[in-house]
């Protein structure tokens, strides 16, 4: 008779576990290993790397498309993981923007990089969940890697040198761990946004600041740099705190790969309004212990400034008036960025006047441009993907309306940026809105409208 194989045991290795041997469970390395002189790995996920890396990365110039399917065509990936990056690529990336063709998402880094392919299928997994959840079907929980992800980006930034090449690809690792965190997974206990806002922070600070890594021309790269700067000044002025950047990073940022499409209407960029809004949070802090010092002159400024404006006739309108004509096929797309720039305009000036200037949600200045930035939020269409980046201006709007079709308008576009993102972030958005319409605090001060936004919650 042939020997009896021996049954593998719960928790072996992977090359026992491959050879369908006993593992004797030894750490960090069982006997058979040191036996064979096998690689022992414990890792709840089995990567397959190739002995050889490529040696080229993608260039900007290729398809990402292209590129995927080069990379997928060699079986070094599981199946499940394979899977996991094609619905990245197709499904979550372009969420992250409005633009019509997004730039290349990171999957040959993923491809070379060990975190960043762990967290992009965990990231893929994670919102396939809700998506198939909301279609009520059964689906099992996803397969978490992010325990792993984060050992792997430990581990990397203890044994690699503290150069871009080493640290540029953990920084995209750790920028999608923040977005997982506080658009998905925030109502979760393991969320960590914070945590990872400030690892951020210390890889941007090491790899030389916004310049250096603008400079740098990785598309990938600075557009999530402008969504994590985006989030920043969104959560610091909810929370009532300064942005963890200063206020000139957003002509830096404007001159890269951006989350928004770099529409302008009179000279005004969504950029410029985000500086603008990054000044006013520090202004507010300036003067938060001292009321007495506020500058009626710096806030005519900032009323100035923010002002949503027109074209005013010139002669030359008159002289020549076939050029300023406006053909139909960029008619709708023209209305629809001066509409989303617009409500951020409106949403920056309630924030002057009731965290700044201190007045009550039913004043006069407040309610116009509450009632302007609901109008701009009608005009841009449900279909288009600005509307699905206008998440902050429908909450600051729906926090200081007092209208009931106004706030019933505002939960039925939270339905359907949900029903197109499926982040659980609008799903908590909506529910801190209901809380407050029916709280004392809808009449309070700034702060407290915005307090019961859980502290993961991310805001675009």
């Not at 290349?104 to 762990?118: D, F, G, K, T, Y």
């Not at 203890?158 to 761990?177: E, G, H, I, M």
């Not at 770099?262 to 603008?276: H, I, M, P, W």
Request: hydrophobic share 40%; proline share 6%.
């Amino acid at each position: 008779m042939p020997p009896k194989r021996e049954r593998t045991v719960q928790g072996s290795c992977w090359p026992c576990k491959q050879r369908r041997v006993k593992c004797d469970l030894g750490k960090p390395l069982c006997q058979r290993c040191i036996s064979s002189e096998a690689k022992c790995c414990y890792d709840k996920l089995l990567i397959r790397w190739k002995k050889a890396l490529p040696t080229q990365s993608l260039t900007v110039h290729q398809s990402p498309f292209m590129s995927l399917n080069m990379h997928l065509t060699d079986n070094t990936l599981a199946s499940r993981d394979r899977k996991a990056l094609e619905y990245f690529q197709f499904a979550v990336w372009p969420l992250f923007t409005t633009a019509a063709h997004p730039c290349p998402p990171p999957i040959p880094l993923a491809m070379e990089c060990q975190p960043v392919l762990l967290v992009v299928c965990e990231l893929a997994e994670a919102h396939r969940t809700l998506r198939d959840e909301a279609g009520n079907s059964t689906v099992s929980a996803p397969f978490d890697k992010r325990m792993s992800c984060l050992a792997s980006v430990r581990e990397q930034l203890r044994n690699d040198n503290s150069n871009q090449a080493s640290l540029s690809p953990l920084l995209v690792a750790v920028f999608l761990l923040y977005f997982l965190d506080g658009f998905i997974e925030c109502d979760h206990q393991s969320a960590s946004t914070a945590s990872h806002h400030v690892g951020v922070q210390a890889i941007v600070d090491h790899l030389g600041g916004f310049t250096a890594l603008i400079k740098m021309g990785q598309k990938d790269i600075t557009m999530l740099l402008s969504e994590f700067a985006s989030t920043d000044l969104t959560k610091a002025l909810l929370d009532d705190r300064s942005p963890c950047f200063p206020a000139e990073i957003w002509t830096q940022i404007e001159h890269g790969t951006v989350w928004w499409d770099q529409e302008t209407y009179n000279g005004t960029t969504l950029a410029s309004v985000f500086r603008l809004m990054a000044e006013m949070s520090f202004y507010r802090q300036q003067i938060r212990g001292d009321p007495e010092t506020l500058s009626m002159e710096v806030v005519r400024d900032f009323e100035r400034c923010l002002q949503p404006s027109f074209q005013i006739l010139n002669f030359d309108h008159i002289k020549n008036p076939n050029t300023y004509m406006v053909h139909e096929s960029t008619l709708e797309p023209r209305m629809q960025a001066d509409s989303f720039t617009r409500a951020f305009q409106h949403s920056a000036l309630v924030y002057l006047y009731r965290a700044i200037c201190g007045l009550p949600p039913r004043h006069s200045l407040v309610q116009q441009h509450v009632q302007s930035g609901v109008e701009c939020i009608r005009n841009i269409s449900p279909v288009s993907k600005a509307h699905n980046c206008i998440i902050f201006p429908l909450y600051i709007m729906g926090a200081h309306t007092f209208l009931q079709d106004q706030q019933t308008f505002v939960l039925e576009r939270l339905d359907s940026i949900y029903k197109y993102l499926r982040f659980n972030s609008v799903l908590l958005v909506r529910a801190a809105l209901e809380d407050l319409w029916k709280s004392p605090r809808h009449n309070g001060d700034w702060w407290d409208m915005f307090r019961s936004l859980g502290e993961h919650v991310l805001v675009i």
